[in-house]
Nanobody, 128 residues
């Protein structure tokens, strides 16, 4: 059974850092792109960042560019989202997702479509 499990989020002060991990089981991350998404209270889901499989391509939403870094370790079947210089507006439920590279061929424009597997989310709260 395919599962994506995000690490526990947390409460962070404004300007602080937090790293989320996404551990995948039930399938190999080979040939899958990884995406991180978030949903803030009262808002629609937003694509935060994506990373291709072996092509090194990444995507970042303008709101997180220069502050967040996405990475993956296929050997560990795990993806990461390093979040620095956090702001109160980053407060949201964060989700990781995976989609086949046959559907999401180039993540440089995002990966909002084609995600097949989703985690249950991790709450990140940034205090001002």
């Amino acid at each position: 059974q395919a599962q994506l499990v995000e690490s526990v989020g947390g409460l962070v002060e404004s300007g602080g850092s937090l790293r989320l991990s996404c551990v995948v089981s039930g399938f190999s991350l080979d040939y899958y792109v990884i995406g991180w998404f978030r949903r803030a209270p009262g808002k629609e889901r937003e694509g935060v960042s994506c990373i291709g499989d072996r092509d090194g391509r990444t995507y970042y939403a303008d709101s997180v560019k220069g502050r967040f870094t996405i990475s993956r370790d296929n050997a560990k079947n795990t993806a990461y989202l390093e979040m620095n210089s956090l702001k109160p507006e980053d407060t949201a439920e964060y989700y990781c997702a995976a989609g086949s590279i046959t559907i999401v061929r180039d993540v440089r424009n995002g990966c909002d479509y084609g995600m097949t597997y989703w985690g249950k989310g991790a709450l990140v709260t940034v205090s001002s």
